[in-house]
């Protein structure tokens, strides 16, 4: 079957993401080339210019393809996990966010975009707006959890989003530490922490 123009042109912007996120990961964002990321492609500069305005569109679409795909996972966790206890609907979230930092290609592309955000104030508003968007996401997750336990947690939703967020960045940059606990078990004290008890009867 032919395919559509439409067709064809998702199915080049998929391939441009593909090709942007594996060389940042490989090299980095300092030495990301869109010459090199449309050969990577298989495209010309013509191609790139049709589906995005410029590299920090780019870095901006890979980054909330991301986060978008990590809170649909996180959501299922929390829907499919609701009937079980708290402490295992904890523990599956916590191995959830230990897996993710273990990840090596995104873990690397998170860092990369935080440290080019930190250098480029441009790029920086766009994607502190994307990281927001992905801490409000999680804080409604945190809301249904504490709402269908009966928690009252020790900070507010959106606070202990931004936490979890901070303390998962820190893990990847703090790469293996010998004699540290497993990342799960630092992920799931956490929340365990911040839970909070259930609501006076």
């Given at each position: 079957m032919r395919k559509t123009r439409e067709q064809g042109r998702q199915e080049t912007r998929q391939r441009l993401i593909a090709a942007g996120q594996a060389a940042i990961v490989r090299e980095?964002?300092?030495?990301?080339?869109?010459?090199?990321?449309?050969?990577?492609?298989?495209?010309?500069?013509?191609?790139?210019?049709?589906?995005?305005?410029?590299?920090?569109?780019?870095?901006?679409?890979?980054?909330?393809?991301?986060?978008h795909t990590e809170v649909e996972v996180l959501r299922n966790i929390v829907q499919f996990a609701r009937q079980e206890t708290l402490g295992d609907l904890l523990s599956a979230v916590a191995e959830r966010l230990a897996s993710t930092a273990k990840d090596t290609q995104w873990s690397l592309l998170a860092i990369e975009l935080q440290l080019h955000a930190q250098r480029d104030a441009q790029f920086s508003n766009a994607y502190n707006d994307a990281k927001a968007g992905y801490h409000t996401e999680f804080a409604l997750l945190v809301d249904d959890?504490?709402?269908h336990f009966g928690l009252t947690p020790a900070l507010p939703s959106l606070q202990i989003a931004i936490g979890l967020y901070a303390l998962w960045s820190g893990l990847v940059v703090q790469g293996t530490v010998p004699g540290a606990l497993p990342r799960d078990q630092i992920f799931l004290a956490f929340l365990r922490a911040i839970a909070g008890p259930p609501h006076a009867a």
């Open positions: 980095g964002i300092g030495a990301l080339s869109l010459r090199g990321v449309c050969e990577e492609a298989g495209y010309s500069q013509g191609a790139f210019y049709s589906n995005f305005s410029s590299r920090d569109e780019l870095l901006l679409t890979i980054m909330e393809l991301h986060i959890i504490t709402s």
